[in-house]
């Protein structure tokens, strides 16, 4: 048995390809190819002969690429490496998470991890912290509507910006069921912040009386936020496949039921092949979870010459200065929000040098 005494831990210099090519050999045999673009912070831990033990990284909340070498997983030193990680990232949050293998449940467990969900037999995800998903559902007791209705709906909505084709989906929604609750993507991923693009979805929708906003928190998970890194050796469709399990089985198991939701709403995806197998993944495992999946043909532009409206051409439109052909795409009240609210110049310069999809 080798205790943690027998350990050391070092802090490698990301920006030095010597220390990042390091952990990438290390990793490499374990099934992870090391990007050091998605990580803020690594350490290895070593013997005191200075022989690899493991290694570990954090990106803002989420663990990522926890490894032991198979010769000390019977040792201290993945709770070492585990822990060391989550005081720094509880030292600056609320909150950690991490994806993992299912097998890998119980180590985490012990450490003081709790599980929230599964898509076997690729992913888990844990939660440790001062905040946990209990407190996600609190938050929704808080918003929920207390009348007892029967067709209760949802629609999850990133908004950026909110766009007719949104508007759309959730009118309709509104239209066939007697409460619809709006899930606003809440990670910062976007051009626009999570408080322009909630309340550009608020004003968008304040004429329909049956529709309330939620927060999405950090449990609606999206492709934009999903940590697939530790499933390089599976297909696109794979991945997408178990992003949408273990968002369906969060969904599943701790929201729909809080809020008795039913049904889901999502537009027709014709320009991402991404978000389209995502798609097509939840209308075939929704249904065997007790919800209902809708998917709405996405509306096209109404000059019926520009294809499918959608938030990347609006956001193609305002990165190259073309703001007079939003009207097409945009409803009054997100075109006055950008107008009277937003530093566009500064939208766009966000625009210019990013080259995120969603």
Avoid: W
């Avoid at 350490?43 to 000390?72: R, W």
């Avoid at 997408?240 to 008795?260: N, S, V």
């Avoid at 979870?289 to 938030?311: H, P, Y």
């Amino acid at each position: 048995m080798i205790e943690n005494s027998d350990f050391r831990i070092e802090e490698p210099d990301l920006s030095s390809k010597f220390d990042v090519e390091l952990i990438r050999r290390f990793l490499s045999p374990l099934g992870f190819y090391f990007d050091e673009s998605t990580v803020d912070y690594s350490i290895i831990l070593y013997t005191l002969n200075d022989d690899i033990v493991g290694v570990g990284s954090c990106q803002g909340k989420i663990l990522k690429y926890v490894a032991v070498a198979p010769q000390f997983r019977e040792t201290g030193a993945f709770a070492h490496i585990v822990s060391h990680l989550t005081e720094r990232v509880m030292n600056r949050n609320q909150q950690a998470f991490v994806f993992t293998r299912p097998e890998n449940i119980t180590r985490f467990e012990g450490i003081g991890y709790r599980h929230i969900a599964t898509a076997q037999p690729l992913i888990s995800v844990l939660e440790f912290g001062y905040q946990s998903i209990d407190d996600y559902k609190k938050y929704l007791h808080t918003i929920k509507a207390h009348k007892q209705v029967e067709k209760v709906a949802s629609v999850v909505i990133n908004g950026n910006p909110f766009t007719l084709g949104h508007q759309y989906l959730i009118e309709k929604a509104a239209k066939e069921n007697e409460r619809v609750y709006i899930f606003v993507v809440q990670a910062e991923k976007s051009a626009f912040s999570f408080a322009d693009r909630y309340e550009m979805i608020r004003l968008g929708t304040q004429h329909l009386s049956n529709v309330i906003l939620v927060k999405g928190g950090e449990y609606i998970v999206s492709c934009a936020t999903f940590p697939n890194y530790f499933l390089k050796n599976e297909t696109p469709d794979v991945i997408t496949q178990k992003q949408a399990e273990l968002d369906i089985e969060i969904f599943t198991q701790h929201i729909a039921p809080t809020l008795g939701i039913t049904k889901r709403y999502v537009g027709t995806e014709n320009y991402c092949a991404t978000t389209a197998l995502y798609n097509k993944a939840m209308k075939a495992i929704l249904p065997n979870k007790g919800i209902e999946l809708c998917e709405v043909q996405r509306l096209e532009v109404s000059n019926g010459t520009e294809g499918f409206i959608s938030a990347s051409k609006v956001r193609e439109a305002i990165k190259n200065h073309k703001i007079m052909g939003l009207q097409n795409l945009l409803p009054n009240s997100t075109m006055q929000y950008l107008k009277n609210k937003l530093d566009l110049k500064s939208v766009e310069m966000h625009l210019q040098t990013s080259d995120a999809r969603h």
